[in-house]
């Protein structure tokens, strides 16, 4: 399995975000990286928002790069700052929000400038006390915009590669699988049993999901043995 999360990031995220830079190296450093948190299977990384240490949960699954938690975090400074709504999965109304502009995000000392980041200023969302540990925010697809990046869940790093110094005959003794991407966001291919009978899926690849899979009910006929879980709070409130 770790083997297998290890080469699924390398050649996972080649792709391209128009409008926002990706991390750039300056020098000739074949890779950066750092120590990442584990905690119930998601991935605490430490970053810089103009300049200001914080802790994000990566996650595969979220388009845009989210601010929340900001109690200890208020010398933040947020550039271009507009007040919006927000709304999402969940059961209350929309909260409201900012959506900040020209902000520069630091990771292992490389930096992604002209980065958009949507602040939710509701104190009920978040992370924090679930977790057991500070959780600032939530960092996806522009993290990996036209970066090779590795998770290695064994070693618990999280690594950036030098396009321009990367080797192919790294990956040879990995698999490879097809990913498709829609609306930034990487799927793959599945096929799943229940009840003896074989289904065809369609699955989104989501480090920000703790469980190991879900399947929605939609073209699926569920047991009568299931159960009600509580799976988070969304933008709009509990899930």
């Not at 074989?198 to 190991?212: F, P, V």
């Amino acid at each position: 399995m770790k083997l297998f999360f290890k080469l699924f990031f390398i050649l996972f995220f080649i792709f391209s975000i128009y409008g926002q830079d990706g991390f750039v190296f300056k020098n000739n450093h074949k890779k950066v990286g750092v120590d990442f948190k584990l905690v119930n299977n998601l991935v605490i990384i430490p970053l810089k928002i103009n300049g200001l240490e914080m802790n994000f949960l990566l996650d595969t699954g979220v388009e845009e790069t989210i601010l929340f938690s900001l109690e200890d975090k208020k010398e933040i400074e947020l550039k271009n700052a507009q007040r919006i709504m927000l709304s999402g999965i969940g059961i209350d109304a929309a909260i409201p929000g900012l959506k900040s502009t020209g902000n520069t995000i630091t990771f292992a000392g490389l930096k992604a400038e002209h980065q958009t980041i949507i602040v939710v200023l509701d104190e009920n969302f978040n992370f924090s006390s679930n977790l057991g540990i500070p959780v600032n925010g939530i960092i996806g697809t522009h993290f990996f915009k036209n970066s090779l990046v590795e998770i290695n869940y064994g070693a618990q790093k999280v690594f950036i590669h030098n396009k321009k110094n990367f080797r192919q005959v790294k990956l040879r003794n990995y698999t490879k699988l097809k990913i498709n991407f829609e609306n930034n966001k990487p799927y793959i291919e599945g096929e799943v049993i229940i009840n003896n009978q074989n289904y065809n899926t369609k699955l989104l690849i989501d480090t920000g999901n703790s469980d190991a899979i879900w399947l929605f009910e939609n073209k699926i006929k569920i047991s009568d043995k299931n159960f009600d879980d509580y799976l988070g709070r969304g933008f709009g409130g509990e899930i």
